[in-house]
C-alpha cells in the first residue's frame, strides 16, 4: 500500500419516515439535506465534507451490507461545535431525552465529554465536545 491514507467518505443509515428523519437530522444534528432525484426522491445528509447516504422508504439500495442497515442500528458521533451545557440545551430546546452524559470519551480529535440520545428510530446518536478536556 502507498503512503496516502485511506480516509472516510460515507456511511449508510436506515430510516423508517423521510419526513420526521429529514427534521431531526438537520434540526437536532445540523445536517444539511442533499435530495437525490432520481425517482424516488431519496436524501443524503451532510455534516461538512462526510455524508450519511441515508436507506428509507420507497428505496431497493443495491448492492447492500450481508445484514443491510435497517431504521434503528445506528450508532453514530458527531462533534459538537460548543460545551456539552450548549449541547444539553440543544436536546432540551427541543425536547430530546438526554440518554447519557455529559460523560468523558475519546473521539477522532482525543479525549471530549459526550452526550448522549436518540434518532427517532432509536439509533443511538453522541454529541462530543472537545471544547472541554475531561
Do not use: K
Not at 452524559?101 to 448522549?116: E, K, Q, W
Request: hydrophobic share 35%.
Amino acid at each position: 500500500m502507498s503512503d496516502r491514507a485511506i480516509t472516510l467518505d460515507h456511511l449508510v443509515i436506515a430510516v423508517s419516515d423521510w419526513e420526521r428523519s429529514n427534521a431531526f437530522y438537520r434540526d437536532i444534528c445540523g445536517a444539511e439535506l442533499i435530495a437525490l432525484n432520481d425517482p424516488p426522491t431519496r436524501w443524503r445528509y451532510r455534516f461538512g465534507p462526510i455524508n450519511l447516504n441515508v436507506h428509507g422508504p420507497g428505496m431497493t439500495p443495491e448492492p447492500v451490507a450481508r445484514i443491510p442497515a435497517r431504521p434503528g442500528m445506528a450508532d453514530l458521533c458527531l462533534t459538537w461545535p460548543g460545551t456539552t451545557a450548549e449541547a444539553i440545551q440543544h436536546l432540551q430546546d427541543n425536547n430530546i431525552p438526554i440518554e447519557q452524559g455529559p460523560v468523558p470519551r475519546t473521539g477522532s480529535s482525543g479525549p471530549g465529554l459526550s452526550i448522549y440520545f436518540r434518532d427517532p428510530d432509536g439509533s443511538l446518536l453522541e454529541f462530543i465536545s472537545y471544547a472541554e478536556r475531561p
